[in-house]
């Protein structure tokens, strides 16, 4: 008999524990003595994390949903490395100098195989031939430049020195400046004799041909600033304008079947931008007075 069931049975009385004891079977105040004593017990409470050990104490029953453990130092779990494109990127910039490095090798390769190639004496004289002639255009076209823009001098002495010696210079405003081509017959030096070369002109009788260059009085060697150069938009307009002056005073003159028209580069013979007039005169055509030197009489034109 525990201890709590004894003192409970000496408080009822002996005779009550003697009668207990004589039956062999505990009395109900017995058993609920018996009871009360084991809960008296406390219960054992375990509580086990996956990959950690825990110590185990005795939890109150008054307690019974609390659990408790001990606290236990454990290595803080190691931290993930950051995803990254580094891997990624390197790997695209290698491809990318692979691929530009053998190229670079078939070309080098290409390059060789063509040097080690052993030609003919035929062709090893045809590349020769080649050779020479490329470099007799390329001479000629710098010559031809050299020449054609040596003779803009003479339109250079019109638009600006104003120096109107032996020319028919027909007006001049704040742009352009128009007078006779010498293939026209009241140019002082027309020579009936020479040919034009122009199938257009040579169609058209002398007593009736009209030839007049209209050009920029700020030099342009042709539609660019210099042969051979970029056209840009500012190019263009100011190549339009001079054509549409030239229009203007074609039509002011009164010439029949007017072409207004201006020549390739490749058939510029003076390397300064002019557009020509080309038609016929009638009998309402009629030239101005030419204008004299700018020193000695100023501007004159239609409106004198």
């Keep these: 008999?525990?201890?709590?069931?004894?003192?409970?049975?000496?408080?009822?009385?002996?005779?009550?524990?003697?009668?207990?004891?004589?039956?062999?079977?505990?009395?109900?105040?017995?058993?609920?003595?018996?009871?009360a004593a084991k809960a008296d017990?406390?219960?054992?409470?375990?509580?086990?994390?996956?990959?950690?050990?825990?110590?185990?104490?005795?939890?109150?029953?008054?307690?019974?949903?609390?659990?408790?453990?001990?606290?236990?130092?454990?290595?803080?779990?190691?931290?993930?490395?950051?995803?990254?494109?580094?891997?990624?990127?390197?790997?695209?910039?290698?491809?990318?100098?692979?691929?530009?490095?053998?190229?670079?090798?078939?070309?080098?390769?290409?390059?060789?195989?063509?040097?080690?190639?052993?030609?003919?004496?035929?062709?090893?004289k045809e590349a020769a031939i080649r050779k020479a002639e490329k470099e007799v255009?390329?001479?000629?076209?710098?010559?031809?430049?050299?020449?054609?823009?040596?003779?803009?001098?003479?339109?250079?002495?019109?638009?600006?020195?104003?120096?109107?010696?032996?020319?028919?210079?027909?007006?001049?405003?704040?742009?352009?400046?128009?007078?006779?081509?010498?293939?026209?017959?009241?140019?002082?030096g027309f020579k009936p004799e020479k040919e034009t070369g122009e199938a257009d002109l040579d169609s058209i009788p002398i007593h009736k041909r009209a030839h007049i260059l209209v050009v920029p009085n700020a030099p342009r060697e042709h539609i660019t600033n210099s042969l051979g150069g970029t056209i840009t938009s500012a190019d263009l307009q100011a190549s339009l304008d001079v054509v549409k002056s030239a229009e203007k005073l074609a039509k002011q003159l009164g010439i029949k079947n007017p072409r207004v028209f201006m020549n390739p580069e490749s058939r510029v013979m003076i390397g300064y931008l002019h557009v020509h007039i080309i038609g016929e005169r009638t009998a309402q055509t009629r030239y101005p007075k030419p204008l004299a030197n700018w020193r000695q009489d100023g501007l004159r034109g239609f409106n004198d």
Excluded: W
Aim: overall charge positive.
């Design 1 to 35: 008999m525990s201890c709590a069931a004894l003192a409970l049975a000496l408080m009822q009385g002996p005779g009550a524990a003697e009668a207990g004891s004589a039956r062999g079977k505990p009395s109900a105040k017995q058993a609920a003595a018996r009871k």
């Design 41 to 124: 017990v406390g219960k054992v409470s375990v509580q086990v994390k996956p990959g950690k050990a825990r110590s185990l104490r005795r939890v109150p029953k008054s307690n019974p949903g609390k659990t408790t453990t001990d606290k236990a130092t454990t290595a803080p779990a190691q931290a993930k490395p950051a995803k990254t494109t580094t891997a990624k990127t390197t790997t695209a910039k290698t491809t990318s100098k692979t691929i530009k490095t053998s190229k670079a090798s078939t070309r080098q390769r290409q390059v060789q195989q063509v040097q080690q190639r052993q030609l003919t004496p035929q062709q090893q």
């Design 137 to 188: 255009v390329k001479r000629h076209a710098q010559e031809r430049v050299s020449r054609v823009r040596g003779l803009s001098r003479i339109f250079r002495k019109i638009t600006v020195d104003r120096d109107y010696k032996g020319e028919f210079v027909l007006q001049r405003d704040n742009h352009t400046t128009a007078f006779l081509d010498i293939t026209d017959p009241q140019h002082p």
